[in-house]
């Protein structure tokens, strides 16, 4: 079974930027699609990006030209370069496959006014 962790979350201002890694504990980034989902207080999983394994990459339309996924299949590892963060990006940030129902611990994103 696969492990997915998340890491690089923080408290930035507004216009700010961040950084987010998703480390694997196998090979998995260039066999499925892994996205990026954020999941604010009282909110369900919303999705933000995903990267296919054949390297296709789709975001939400609230994080284009802002946000940017990445991935390392070398080291197993993902990332969400987020910047020109805004205060409506405060969530707890996590990375799975689209329609897993097992949730890892996430990073949390704050962005201040």
């Known amino acids: 079974q696969v492990q997915l962790v998340e890491s690089g979350g923080g408290l930035v201002q507004a216009g700010g930027s961040l950084r987010l890694t998703c480390a694997a504990t196998r090979r998995i980034f260039s066999v499925y699609t892994i996205g990026w989902f954020r999941q604010a207080p009282g909110t369900g999983h919303a999705l933000v990006a995903t990267s296919s394994s054949g390297g296709t990459k789709n975001y939400v339309d609230s994080v284009k030209g802002r946000f940017t996924i990445s991935r390392d299949n070398a080291k197993n590892t993902m990332y969400l370069e987020m910047n020109d963060l805004k205060p409506e990006d405060t969530a707890v940030y996590y990375c799975?496959?689209?329609?897993?129902?097992?949730w890892g611990q996430g990073t949390q994103v704050t962005v201040s006014s």
């Open positions: 799975n496959t689209p329609g897993a129902v097992n």
